[in-house]
């Protein structure tokens, strides 16, 4: 693993405020334009350093948002019925979504492989954004996602070093 890698959990914790005052400089549209433009290459570096089988941090302490389409597809393919979906596994959240009742995600394995993933919500498909504007357009959320993914935090420090 990367020596950026080393004990990233403790550096990304007391690196907030400067991923804050990042995060707000990009919200300027040159430097959110460049960061863009350097998000593919930074995204494809940061997956091959880090294998998410080993890591599993967002299954196990957080929930995605299961939007009705994600809940439709998911049903189907457990061969339940839409609402015994939601009864069995999921909750509405303060903001009004669906998230999963408890963590880690019931469908995560022992051994971090997701007994959905082929049909798995798309807030899991796209997750970490590291390859999206939501890095940038959600300043909190990336500052929040970089306390528990590997991946996130090596983007943001690889961006704030260049």
């Known amino acids: 693993m990367s020596d950026l890698l080393n004990n990233w959990e403790k550096k990304s914790k007391d690196r ?3 991923y804050r005052q990042f995060l707000e400089k990009a919200q300027k549209p040159a430097v959110r334009n460049e960061i863009l433009d350097r998000l593919p290459d930074l995204h494809e570096e940061a997956f091959q350093k880090v294998d998410c089988l080993k890591c599993a941090n967002c299954c196990k302490n957080y929930s995605p948002r299961f939007k009705t389409p994600d809940i439709k597809r998911i049903a189907r393919h457990l061969k339940l019925k839409e609402s015994e979906l939601i009864e069995t596994y999921l909750r509405l959240d303060e903001d009004g979504d669906y998230v999963v009742r408890s963590t880690p995600c019931p469908f995560l394995g022992a051994d971090n492989f997701c007994s959905i993933y082929e049909v798995r919500p798309s807030d899991c498909e796209r997750f970490p954004y590291t390859d999206e504007d939501v890095l940038v357009r959600r300043a909190a959320l990336t ?5 528990f993914c590997p991946i996130v935090y090596f983007v943001l420090e690889r961006l704030i070093k260049t």
Do not use: A, M, R
């Open 143 to 147: 500052q929040k996602n970089s306390t």
């Open 16 to 18: 907030q405020k400067i």
